[in-house]
């Protein structure tokens, strides 16, 4: 690993395999509206940019936009209530985050994830993260790509942004690290595959979590 001493960590799809219960809670939601549902590599495709994307683009063309409304309404209650039911970390991901806080590494986590989904789950996952921002336009924090979350997490870590790197699996990452003066490490293991990120401009990837640390 290169000097940079300081990680910004997306969540989903890098930390966390989250797709089973996002499925389920947005198929969930779609159900109850008696709309069509979708497999889990559509839901898949649809993440990566907020929970109210990720319903955009999971109703039909056309809906209605108080209906789209309802049915985001619908997951974020159910979600909040089923994101523990099948989401674990990585394989490797707990061990070389734990060898990064015995290196003395800063660490958050920045997502598009609810803020309250995105506090609970890194509470719960990985204690040894204090510094954890999700979706809060409400606060005046744009979403991804926007680099606000990045640069409030700095900001929380009080960190230097020369001695930071960004880690993320899509290609949302990559432009919230271009956009925050960032390198960006795209992860293989995650939601997008190689010749995705590659198209969408990732310059360094890797394939297990433990390449960070070695």
């Known amino acids: 690993m290169s000097k940079q001493t300081t990680y910004i960590f997306d969540l989903d799809g890098t930390l966390l395999d989250t797709l089973g219960d996002l499925a389920a809670s947005a198929n ?3 159900r109850q509206h008696r709309l069509p549902e979708h497999t889990t590599d559509d839901i898949r495709r649809f993440v990566g940019n907020g929970v109210r994307r990720l319903i955009e683009r999971a109703v039909p063309p056309g809906t209605d936009p108080a209906q789209t409304e309802e049915v985001l309404a619908t997951f974020r209650r159910y979600y909040m209530h089923h994101a523990l039911d099948t989401t674990r970390p990585y394989a490797g991901i707990a ?3 734990h060898e ?3 290196r003395g590494c800063p660490m958050a986590v920045v997502s ?3 803020m309250a989904a995105t506090q609970e789950l890194v509470a719960h996952f990985f204690p040894e993260i204090t510094v954890a921002i999700g979706e809060n336009e409400a606060a005046g924090i744009s979403r991804k ?5 990045v640069d409030e997490a700095l900001r929380r870590l009080g960190a230097e942004r020369q001695a930071a790197v960004y880690v993320g ?3 949302v990452d ?3 690290a271009r956009n925050a003066g960032l390198p960006c490490i795209s992860v293989l293991w995650g939601f997008r595959d190689r010749e995705f990120l590659l198209r ?3 310059t360094r990837l890797i394939s297990r979590p433990e390449e960070l640390v070695t």
């Open 28 to 30: 969930y939601a779609l």
């Open 95 to 97: 061990e070389t985050l």
């Open 100 to 102: 990064l806080r015995r």
């Open 112 to 114: 598009n994830k609810m």
């Open 145 to 149: 790509p926007a680099p606000d979350t």
């Open 169 to 171: 699996d899509s290609e």
């Open 174 to 176: 990559i432009l919230t």
């Open 200 to 202: 969408h401009g990732a």
